[in-house]
């Protein structure tokens, strides 16, 4: 049976494995997001394209018609400065490096003067490396939280406009 101390660092152990896991599922998060809002971009320059195209093409357009093009194409920016801001938004603290780790741990051992002082230094570090952990997973948790309240609000924007465009599809189509 393991003693107390084997059985703290256990815990720690495990404790700074979580950590390290979560830090994973949050960059796959901001991965997605980001992504997102990319795609979002895209569906937007897709949708300006086209309402340029319509207008290029069409040399008497319908006033209501050209009403609600404007109106989308209002409706297209602030989708697309949202989803612009989203790659704006940084990380701020990066995930404890193996140097930093390293030093941390020569700097424990230099200090160290038995084996039993050692054993109780130990968690001290498996602490210190789970409160950096617990600081970049906070900062990148709070930042993904960020991006996804501008790709809400880009997206929100974006289906107005789809609904502009489809109110101004029944017009163009009930004026011909």
């Known amino acids: 049976m393991a ?4 059985l703290r660092q256990l815990l720690l152990q495990k404790t700074l494995e979580r950590y390290e896991g979560e830090y994973e599922e949050l960059l796959e998060n901001w991965r997605d ?3 997102k809002a990319q ?3 895209t569906i937007a320059s897709a949708f300006l ?3 340029f195209a319509f207008v290029r093409a069409g040399s008497s357009i319908n006033p209501d018609v050209k009403i609600f093009l404007i109106l989308a ?3 297209l920016l602030p989708t697309l400065l949202c989803a612009l801001f989203v790659f ?4 701020r603290y990066i995930a404890p490096s193996g140097d930093t780790v390293r030093e941390f741990a020569i700097e ?3 200090h160290a003067t038995t084996e039993p002082d050692l054993e109780e230094r130990v968690p001290d570090f498996l602490n210190e490396v789970i409160r950096q952990w617990e600081e970049v997973n906070e900062n990148l948790l709070q930042l993904n939280s960020e991006k996804a309240a501008m ?3 880009s997206h929100i924007c974006l289906i107005a406009t789809m609904f502009v465009l489809l109110l101004d599809t029944v017009i163009f189509i009930l004026s011909i």
């Open 49 to 51: 394209a086209g309402i």
């Open 108 to 110: 424990l051992i230099n």
């Open 33 to 35: 997001l980001e992504r």
């Open 151 to 153: 790709l809400l609000k």
């Open 3 to 6: 003693n107390l101390s084997e």
């Open 39 to 41: 795609l979002t971009i």
């Open 88 to 91: 704006s938004i940084k990380e």
């Open 73 to 75: 194409i209002i409706l």
